[in-house]
């Protein structure tokens, strides 16, 4: 299996955010930002992928929120934002969705997603568990989180 990578903030990186067929107002504002950053070399990546030889065959988007406290965990002030997880058609199936995920837990926090409703299977898959939704919250989203293991 292939590793995941920090995925550097370039144009190299912008074309290969194109190869990805959702595109509507999300990937358009990924591929802003990261071009719009390109200017600031000190910015710390939130992108991460997966290439197989030189395709970018899977990414995602991770960051860390940190809050005093938070609408999403009671325990936890710390958590993971995981956004825009997606595999290219031709490299689905081969376990790259699930190695990012895996990658995202490997930090020991709690994660916050909200994923697709086509992709909601996958991510309770993996875990993840769907919350109530909260008009104030959620911003007509369709949260799901995951808590680790104690």
């Given at each position: 299996?292939?590793?995941?990578?920090?995925?550097?903030?370039?144009?190299?990186?912008?074309?290969?955010?194109?190869k990805f067929r959702e595109v509507?107002?999300?990937?358009?504002?990924?591929?802003?930002?990261?071009?719009?950053?390109?200017?600031?070399?000190?910015?710390?990546?939130?992108?991460?992928?997966?290439?197989?030889?030189?395709?970018?065959?899977?990414r995602m988007c991770l960051f860390?929120?940190?809050?005093?406290?938070?609408?999403?965990?009671?325990?936890?002030?710390?958590?993971?934002?995981?956004?825009?997880?997606?595999?290219?058609?031709?490299?689905?199936?081969?376990?790259?969705?699930?190695?990012?995920?895996?990658?995202?837990?490997?930090?020991?926090?709690?994660?916050?997603?909200?994923?697709?409703?086509?992709?909601?299977?996958?991510?309770?898959?993996?875990?993840?568990?769907?919350?109530?939704?909260?008009?104030?919250?959620?911003?007509?989203?369709?949260?799901?989180?995951?808590?680790?293991?104690?």
């Amino acid at each position: 299996m292939t590793e995941v990578k920090k995925l550097e903030i370039n144009y190299k990186t912008a074309e290969d955010f194109k190869k990805f067929r959702e595109v509507g107002n999300q990937e358009l504002l990924m591929v802003n930002e990261l071009e719009g950053n390109m200017m600031d070399s000190d910015i710390n990546s939130p992108f991460y992928g997966i290439y197989v030889g030189d395709n970018l065959a899977a990414r995602m988007c991770l960051f860390k929120k940190d809050e005093v406290s938070n609408p999403y965990f009671d325990d936890a002030t710390d958590y993971l934002v995981l956004w825009k997880l997606e595999v290219l058609e031709n490299y689905q199936k081969k376990g790259y969705g699930k190695q990012l995920i895996d990658y995202a837990k490997s930090y020991g926090l709690p994660i916050k997603t909200a994923p697709r409703l086509q992709a909601a299977p996958f991510f309770e898959k993996q875990g993840f568990v769907p919350l109530e939704y909260n008009l104030e919250r959620d911003l007509n989203e369709n949260v799901y989180v995951w808590y680790p293991q104690n």
